[in-house]
């Protein structure tokens, strides 16, 4: 009675429901705290068999069954003072709170689909019992308790049975999808522990329950069929060209005065036909994992198989992602398998111990972001992490996963100063079992969800993050280019005076770009904590300003490499971003930042339609510098190619507010040349420099220049960037 009382009792199933007799046949045991009487139903019938007797009064009850030869299945009915509760004993199914414990290791995916709330049905007698089977991972805890809003949240009343494998286990009938539920756990010595959510649970609540809820992944239908058919196919060689977006803060909708964020249907109707409209083809999401705290932005997840409820339920996810597919956008979300925050209802010391972290806190604590950081190297760990990465490709549809901050998993000394870090066993920083995790993750992404993809951030020069793990690399479909990014932006920021000392910085990238399949990203962390936002980075008066912003996007959109650009950028947002308010939209009733939005757009269209552009990103063939060497005038010049080698794109950028007239720019056939874009444009809040021929068409003549047997000329506007391509 004194475990059951002190909710200490690890083994219900040989205590509680029916226990064979020592002198034949069974009791029923029953644990039932303020109830006072309980009757005995057979299943399903209409009236009670027998009365129970208490033998306790904290409410243990009995019935002797010596007669019974076998086990069967019964109802129970507890009168309590003021009401009655009529239900099927959770301690007669033994064998359901077991299932699929033992396929555990013989797939990650398995994690998800055994381990947390799994709706289950058992027929007995012709008759459905339907109900939600609870597991979770606490191999030293003394003890686990099953507490729900059923059970008035009390540790007493459900008891989990310990497995022989460190997990705990207990079949609940009559438990639907939406109820809530978590963990009370005591520590090795029996010390309570702070209420858990559940590590694998699939929705939560928002502060300050933090309770899982139970959810019923098989309800959604989904209309995408179309869109994943027709996502067969190497990435590398297709148009991508990713908006980046926190959903809390890309728009907002007014009610009474008060500012509050969309939820997922909203965005649905708003944002998918944004997308759409400006010619993007990919959304990368922020991380929607479920995180407690707003401004973690998401980065410190707590329920990493959990979408945030801040917008939503799982469905209603679902049906963002599957209008975003319907409408042609592709899905990428944010995973965050780096580390996780010490908040007492998450992973941090789940059972008492160091569960989930390195027990060290050299290597278990993230003095960046003061959070914990997963044990790489413990199987129970890295299944896991990879069942929570495939989770959002099975259950949720996504067409891609972009796993944060990779080099802080890379390297040991990461952000760590000397005597503050443990070399690995051959005395090196580099983390072998980081390292082995995310092989081993892209391996199953890829082999699971071949059309899908995986992107690194991933800030330093490690050598094959994008290479296949069968050619030594990581595994990577891409990675982010974050030297690029700090380059140009550096690059953009001098005053176009000086400039010229800086030339490096826009070309050294071509220097090592075939090293990897590179995603070019102009993030949320460059426009946030006193970076500026992408205009205000800009020198000069306000016109020079903007032009600079337009000139380096046309760069951007034509450098080899995948697009991503954060939100608000394409409107030319004044303000650094702000998490917790919308951007500003009203900006686009002024031509300056409507000309930026159209530019963007126009951009989009034009780059996704144009093979050249993104066909040989990784080819040399796509590529070549027509001259990258004309410092003096802060003029950059190549060409871009098509796999077919049949069209061919001149992209010259002036980043100088001095226009360079009778500039000479070598290509390879004589014939007429046509501006496809400038973004010097008065459609874009340009000066519409004129460049040399009215309808913007220039014939190449046979003088060789810069090693090409043909040459034409053209007047390049100040700060812009234009495209040309030969006619027909």
């Known amino acids: 009675m004194g475990l059951l009382k002190e909710a200490k009792l690890d083994n219900p199933f040989e205590r509680l429901g029916l226990i064979p007799s020592t002198s034949g046949g069974y009791v029923l045991r029953v644990w039932l705290p303020d109830a006072q009487k309980v009757e005995f139903f057979a299943l399903g019938a209409e009236k009670a068999t027998a009365e129970l007797v208490k033998i306790d009064d904290a409410g243990l009850f009995e019935l002797s069954l010596p007669n019974t030869k076998e086990k069967f299945n019964y109802e129970l009915n507890a009168h309590y003072q003021d009401a009655q509760h009529r239900f099927v004993d959770p301690y007669q199914f033994h064998d359901i709170a077991f299932d699929g414990l033992s396929t555990l290791q013989e797939a990650p995916q398995n994690v998800y689909k055994t381990l947390g709330a799994q709706l289950k049905t058992v027929t007995s007698h012709e008759l459905s019992i339907s109900g939600v089977r609870f597991i979770v991972y606490a191999p030293n805890a003394s003890s686990v308790s099953l507490i729900t809003e059923h059970n008035h949240w009390d540790g007493q009343r459900n008891p989990m049975q310990r497995s022989w494998c460190g997990h705990w286990v207990l079949f609940v009938p009559g438990l639907q999808a939406g109820c809530a539920y978590k963990f009370e756990l005591k520590d090795g010595l029996g010390n309570r522990l702070p209420h858990k959510a559940d590590p694998v649970g699939f929705q939560a609540e928002q502060y300050p329950s933090h309770s899982s809820i139970v959810v019923d992944h098989d309800k959604y239908q989904w209309n995408d069929d179309e869109w994943r058919a027709s996502q067969k196919g190497d990435k590398r060689f297709t148009a991508m060209s990713i908006y980046e977006v926190h959903l809390g803060s890309w728009k907002r909708k007014n009610e009474e005065g008060v500012e509050r964020m969309l939820s997922y249907r909203e965005l649905a109707a708003d944002l998918i036909p944004y997308l759409v409209e400006m010619g993007y083809t990919h959304l990368?999401?922020?991380?929607?994992?479920?995180?407690?705290?707003?401004?973690?932005?998401?980065?410190?997840?707590?329920?990493?198989?959990?979408?945030?409820?801040?917008?939503?339920?799982?469905?209603?996810?679902?049906?963002?992602?599957?209008?975003?597919?319907?409408?042609?956008?592709?899905?990428?979300?944010?995973?965050?398998?780096?580390?996780?925050?010490?908040?007492?209802?998450?992973?941090?010391?789940?059972?008492?111990?160091?569960?989930?972290?390195?027990?060290?806190?050299?290597?278990?604590?993230?003095?960046?972001?003061?959070?914990?950081?997963?044990?790489?190297?413990?199987?129970?760990?890295?299944?896991?992490?990879?069942?929570?990465?495939?989770?959002?490709?099975?259950?949720?549809?996504?067409?891609?996963?972009?796993?944060?901050?990779?080099?802080?998993?890379?390297?040991?000394?990461?952000?760590?100063?000397?005597?503050?870090?443990?070399?690995?066993?051959?005395?090196?920083?580099?983390?072998?079992?980081?390292?082995?995790?995310?092989?081993?993750?892209?391996?199953?992404?890829?082999?699971?969800?071949?059309?899908?993809?995986?992107?690194?951030?991933?800030?330093?020069?490690?050598?094959?993050?994008?290479?296949?793990?069968?050619?030594?690399?990581?595994?990577?479909?891409?990675?982010?280019?974050?030297?690029?990014?700090?380059?140009?932006?550096?690059?953009?920021?001098?005053?176009?005076?000086?400039?010229?000392?800086?030339?490096?910085?826009?070309?050294?990238?071509?220097?090592?770009?075939?090293?990897?399949?590179?995603?070019?990203?102009?993030?949320?962390?460059?426009?946030?904590?006193?970076?500026?936002?992408?205009?205000?980075?800009?020198?000069?008066?306000?016109?020079?300003?903007?032009?600079?912003?337009?000139?380096?996007?046309?760069?951007?959109?034509?450098?080899?490499?995948?697009?991503?650009?954060?939100?608000?950028?394409?409107?030319?947002?004044?303000?650094?971003?702000?998490?917790?308010?919308?951007?500003?939209?009203?900006?686009?009733?002024?031509?300056?930042?409507?000309?930026?939005?159209?530019?963007?757009?126009?951009?989009?269209?034009?780059?996704?339609?144009?093979?050249?552009?993104?066909?040989?990103?990784?080819?040399?063939?796509?590529?070549?510098?027509?001259?990258?060497?004309?410092?003096?005038?802060?003029?950059?010049?190549?060409?871009?190619?098509?796999?077919?080698?049949?069209?061919?794109?001149?992209?010259?950028?002036?980043?100088?507010?001095?226009?360079?007239?009778?500039?000479?720019?070598?290509?390879?056939?004589?014939?007429?040349?046509?501006?496809?874009?400038?973004?010097?444009?008065?459609?874009?809040?340009?000066?519409n420099f004129p460049m040399g021929d009215t309808l913007g068409v220039f014939v190449a003549t046979e003088q060789e220049w810069q090693g090409k047997p043909h040459s034409l000329v053209v007047d390049l506007p100040p700060l812009s960037t234009v495209f040309l391509q030969k006619k027909g």
């Open 284 to 687: 990368e999401v922020m991380p929607i994992s479920e995180f407690p705290f707003d401004g973690s932005w998401g980065y410190q997840p707590v329920g990493l198989f959990a979408a945030t409820s801040r917008f939503g339920n799982a469905d209603d996810l679902k049906y963002f992602i599957d209008q975003a597919h319907q409408a042609g956008i592709g899905i990428i979300v944010d995973w965050v398998p780096a580390h996780f925050p010490s908040d007492p209802h998450g992973l941090a010391r789940f059972d008492g111990t160091p569960l989930y972290e390195y027990e060290d806190p050299r290597r278990g604590w993230h003095p960046d972001w003061n959070s914990y950081i997963y044990d790489f190297g413990r199987d129970n760990v890295r299944q896991f992490l990879v069942a929570s990465a495939l989770i959002w490709l099975d259950k949720f549809h996504v067409d891609g996963l972009r796993v944060d901050a990779v080099a802080s998993m890379l390297y040991w000394d990461y952000s760590r100063d000397e005597g503050e870090w443990v070399p690995n066993v051959d005395g090196g920083n580099h983390n072998y079992e980081a390292i082995s995790l995310l092989k081993w993750f892209n391996e199953e992404v890829y082999a699971q969800y071949p059309n899908a993809m995986t992107i690194a951030e991933e800030s330093t020069a490690f050598a094959g993050v994008s290479k296949p793990t069968f050619e030594g690399g990581l595994g990577f479909g891409f990675k982010w280019n974050m030297g690029w990014m700090h380059d140009t932006l550096s690059y953009v920021q001098q005053d176009p005076m000086y400039r010229k000392y800086h030339h490096h910085e826009m070309t050294f990238s071509m220097v090592y770009h075939y090293n990897e399949h590179f995603v070019l990203p102009i993030s949320h962390d460059e426009v946030v904590h006193g970076k500026k936002s992408m205009i205000d980075k800009m020198p000069g008066d306000e016109w020079q300003a903007a032009a600079n912003l337009r000139a380096y996007a046309g760069y951007m959109y034509a450098h080899p490499g995948k697009k991503l650009n954060f939100m608000g950028a394409e409107i030319a947002q004044s303000r650094e971003w702000n998490h917790d308010g919308s951007l500003d939209w009203e900006l686009l009733e002024f031509d300056k930042h409507a000309g930026q939005q159209q530019l963007i757009k126009d951009l989009n269209h034009l780059y996704k339609d144009n093979g050249a552009f993104y066909e040989l990103d990784y080819d040399t063939a796509g590529f070549e510098w027509l001259d990258h060497s004309d410092g003096e005038n802060s003029v950059f010049s190549f060409m871009r190619t098509n796999a077919a080698q049949d069209k061919q794109i001149i992209c010259l950028s002036n980043f100088t507010p001095i226009p360079r007239e009778g500039y000479r720019v070598p290509v390879t056939e004589p014939g007429d040349y046509e501006v496809i874009l400038n973004t010097d444009s008065h459609f874009y809040w340009g000066s």
